[in-house]
């Protein structure tokens, strides 16, 4: 059974930095990608950030510059480091996996990003 769960949400004052993670489990070194994604309040879940297994990375505009998205294939691990911090970037904040050859896709529970002025 695949699971994911995703850690490290908080309350940061604008301009700070944080640090979340999502750790995989029941697809070892079958993850094609690992995609975030946020949803602000009364808002629709937006696409955040990606990197791929190889590495690549891709960002939204709305974080380019200030977020860095990364992964540990090894410890099945992925990481979206974000810097200055703004109100908002306040969300819930959501690790999506793909899995390689069959394209399924796996979300976590999500964790709380809150960014105070």
């Known amino acids: 059974q695949v699971r994911v769960v995703e850690s490290g949400g908080g309350l940061v004052q604008a301009g700070g930095s944080l640090k979340i993670s999502c750790v995989v489990s029941g697809l070892t070194f079958s993850i094609r990608t690992w995609d975030w994604y946020r949803q602000a309040p009364g808002k629709q879940r937006l696409w955040v950030a990606t990197v791929r297994s190889g590495g690549t990375t891709t960002y939204g505009e709305q974080v380019k510059g200030r977020f860095t998205v990364s992964r540990d294939n090894a410890k099945n691990m992925g990481y979206l480091e974000m810097n200055t911090l703004k109100p908002e970037d306040t969300a819930v904040y959501y690790c999506?996996?793909?899995?390689?050859?069959?394209?399924?896709?796996?979300w976590g529970q999500g964790t709380q990003v809150t960014i105070s002025s």
């Open positions: 999506n996996v793909v899995k390689k050859h069959t394209g399924n896709d796996y």
